[in-house]
């Protein structure tokens, strides 16, 4: 199985936390990431300062980054305005992302849900490296409840030929959810919370369905700003030693994920939501 996985830790993982953390300790994550054999990292977003200050100096953060071979460094982007300064920068892969539902477009985006799906095209269009359209709230919407899975398919069919995932941004979904949306869309990705402690089953879900990449953050950090009691991510080790217990090969250095979380730990001076980092591979190493 062809499988890519995407550490989100230095963008979804941190935009969470009350701590700002420096470009320069924002920078030496995705370089620790990169070095345990991540393919892909999602390093910064590029949205305004003042609405999500833990992304703040994005293009300082892409500047402190040491370039590995074998790892593709992409960044977020909402509108216009983003992708310029993504260019600008010259990440690898452009995220480019919207809501699945009305309301949470306007919180997160300030625009309509047809209003985003445009600035998508346009940004689509407009790239010249890769592009990913990540659709959020897919399973289910803090403001709007439960979300209709024919809305989903439709807004994935939008951006047919480019690769699509489907994020289950609150945590809602189970997996039998996940295997018949991933079944209906033939989407790409998957980006699963752990909220409700459903975040592993469904990624495995997703795989089965088909999906070849999976979004998770190192240490189980994230959140959404935007979405209330939106919790953390599927941690990026935990998933990995799952994978590859379930002889699904990852390419990752487990040992320097754990290396990685317990640094990280220091960093922020809490204990993470990720298990694995506290329990040791098993057999031990």
Do not use: K
Not at 3 to 13: E, I, K, N, S
């Amino acid at each position: 199985m062809a499988l890519t996985l995407c550490d989100v830790g230095p963008r979804d993982g941190l935009q969470n936390e009350t701590e700002v953390l420096e470009p320069a300790v924002r920078a030496d994550l995705v370089n620790r990431l990169a070095a345990a054999g991540l393919p892909r990292v999602e390093a910064v977003s590029f949205v305004r300062d003042d609405r999500v200050p833990q992304m703040a100096r994005a293009e300082e953060v892409v500047g402190g980054i040491e370039r590995r071979d074998g790892t593709e460094y992409s960044g977020l982007v909402l509108n216009e305005q983003g992708y310029e300064r993504f260019a600008a920068a010259g990440l690898d892969r452009v995220n480019v992302t919207l809501g699945a539902t009305e309301s949470f477009n306007q919180r997160n985006g300030n625009a309509s849900l047809h209003e985003a799906v445009a600035r998508v095209e346009r940004i689509l269009a407009e790239a010249s490296v890769p592009a990913t359209v990540t659709i959020s709230v897919a399973f289910g919407c803090p403001f709007e409840g439960r979300v209709d899975p024919g809305r989903v398919a439709e807004l994935a069919g939008r951006f047919e030929g480019t690769e699509v995932v489907l994020a289950d941004t609150i945590g809602v979904a189970v997996p039998h959810e996940v295997r018949e949306l991933f079944t209906r869309t033939g989407a790409a990705g998957f980006h699963g919370h752990n909220t409700r402690n459903t975040g592993y089953a469904n990624a495995l879900a997703a795989l089965e369905a088909g999906a070849s990449l999976l979004d998770s953050s190192v240490g189980g950090l994230g959140g959404c700003p935007y979405a209330p009691r939106a919790t953390g991510n599927i941690a990026t080790e935990d998933l990995a030693y799952l994978l590859g217990r379930e002889g699904i090969e990852t390419g990752v250095d487990l040992d320097a994920l754990i290396a990685t979380s317990t640094w990280l730990e220091g960093v922020l001076g809490r204990r993470l939501e990720g298990q694995l980092y506290r329990a040791g591979t098993w057999p031990a190493t």
